[in-house]
């Protein structure tokens, strides 16, 4: 069975009150009918801000909903008021102390009905976990059914001991990872029980463009090969490894121009203008949502994603490009390795030359570019299939977190 597909816009949660709300309030808020069971309790940080990591988690609790009632404690850091900034990070552990609070009510509570029977929670990737374990350390008291969302390969390429600590909170605790690779290195490095551990990729959770048809839209002929970048702009995410590849193909006389896209972190803007300023053809379109994402893709004809983060997981951007029809061209890290192939792109290995490998592809789409469209088409129609069998484990998943056991 496919779940319909309901991923809009992203909602803004608001910042909770410094009165935490009554049980029955959390359920009111959380839009679920009064007469059905007991709950399901969310833990993570919902947009904003808005990331691959909060926006995930607020596609799950939209899922979660249309199955069971859902209440939500939002950790997000968000910084308010005039000290906003440099208080921040005890407004941080304020909220965290508050969400705490309201769990302790939750599974208190003398009627049943508005006892949460299961924790979902996105879990942090670094030493928030340690502000994490003791919501789970509460959900195994209570008897609950924990799931762990893993997002972060943080804690896989580098294990460590707080990653072991809340593991060990929940020694019956369910992990939803997104690869095979991710799920392999979780259980061996964590000596977690296999059948515990399930793939459940970003394929189902990233939203699908407004039209469905596996039909490319019709684009206006150019010999000009628009190439994309869209990510947060930092150093480790390959922007100016990516500028190099567009100088580089167009001293060779490959026709390239290029758009840019997203907010530029702090430490780089004054290198990140300077670069833009010298590379031809190329324009920065500042962050973009929405429709402006959507002509972003129609309008380029392959992204570039030249990460080099060490603790890359399953850029959901990757996904985002394939549903346009885009192939990508990027660093194998994380779980990238699984979300290309050569029939979407080029997956280029960790310690290799991306440069190299970008010129090669680019060339080869300069001599080849009068099948773009066909490409493109056969690009959407393989996304579309992947698709579906996504929303099936999904389904699945979402209906095991959802279920009240007896």
């Not at 049980?23 to 691959?52: E, I, M, N």
């Not at 607020?58 to 850091?77: E, F, N, T, W, Y």
């Not at 309201?102 to 508005?114: E, H, I, P, S, W």
Request: aromatic letters at 6%; hydrophobic letters at 45%; glycine letters at 6%.
């Amino acid at each position: 069975m496919t779940i319909p597909n309901t991923l809009g816009p992203i909602a803004r949660q608001p910042v909770d009150d410094d009165i935490p709300p009554s049980p029955a309030q959390s359920l009111a808020q959380a839009g679920a009918p009064a007469a059905v069971a007991r709950p399901v309790l969310f833990l993570g940080p919902l947009p904003p801000p808005h990331h691959g990591f909060s926006a995930s988690n607020q596609r799950m609790v939209d899922q979660i909903r249309q199955h069971a009632p859902v209440v939500v404690l939002d950790v997000a850091p968000r910084a308010s008021g005039r000290f906003g900034g440099r208080f921040g990070g005890l407004q941080a552990l304020g909220n965290r102390a508050r969400q705490l609070w309201r769990m302790v009510r939750l599974v208190t509570d003398g009627q049943l009905a508005n006892r949460p029977h299961t924790l979902y929670m996105g879990l942090s990737g670094g030493l928030g976990q340690l502000l994490d374990a003791p919501f789970v350390a509460l959900a195994h008291w209570s008897g609950m059914a924990i799931y762990f969302h893993h997002h972060s390969f943080a804690y896989i390429n580098r294990p460590t001991w707080y990653t072991r600590l809340i593991l060990r909170c929940a020694p019956r605790g369910r992990h939803l990872t997104l690869c095979d690779r991710m799920r392999a290195e979780l259980a061996r490095l964590y000596r977690l029980t296999p059948d515990r551990v399930q793939v459940l990729s970003n394929l189902s959770l990233i939203d699908l463009p407004a039209s469905t048809s596996t039909e490319a839209p019709v684009r206006r002929h150019s010999e000009v090969i628009n190439v994309g970048f869209l990510s947060n702009i930092t150093a480790a995410k390959g922007i100016f490894t990516f500028l190099e590849v567009v100088r580089l193909a167009q001293e060779i006389g490959i026709p390239v121009c290029a758009r840019i896209a997203g907010p530029v972190a702090r430490d780089i803007r004054a290198r990140f203008d300077t670069e833009l300023a010298r590379t031809p053809c190329t324009r920065y379109l500042g962050p973009i949502h929405g429709t402006e994402k959507e002509a972003f893709f129609q309008e380029i004809d392959v992204l570039m994603f030249p990460t080099t983060y060490h603790n890359e997981a399953a850029p959901l951007i990757v996904l985002e490009a394939h549903s346009h029809g885009v192939p990508v061209v990027a660093h194998d890290r994380g779980c990238i390795g699984s979300m290309i192939d050569e029939r979407n792109g080029v997956l280029v290995p960790a310690d290799a030359d991306f440069a190299e490998a970008a010129i090669a592809y680019l060339r080869n789409m300069m001599f080849a570019h009068s099948q773009a469209e066909s490409q493109r088409a056969a690009l959407l129609a393989d996304f579309q299939a992947q698709r579906e069998r996504a929303e099936a484990v999904l389904a699945r998943a979402v209906a095991d977190i959802s279920h009240c056991p007896d």
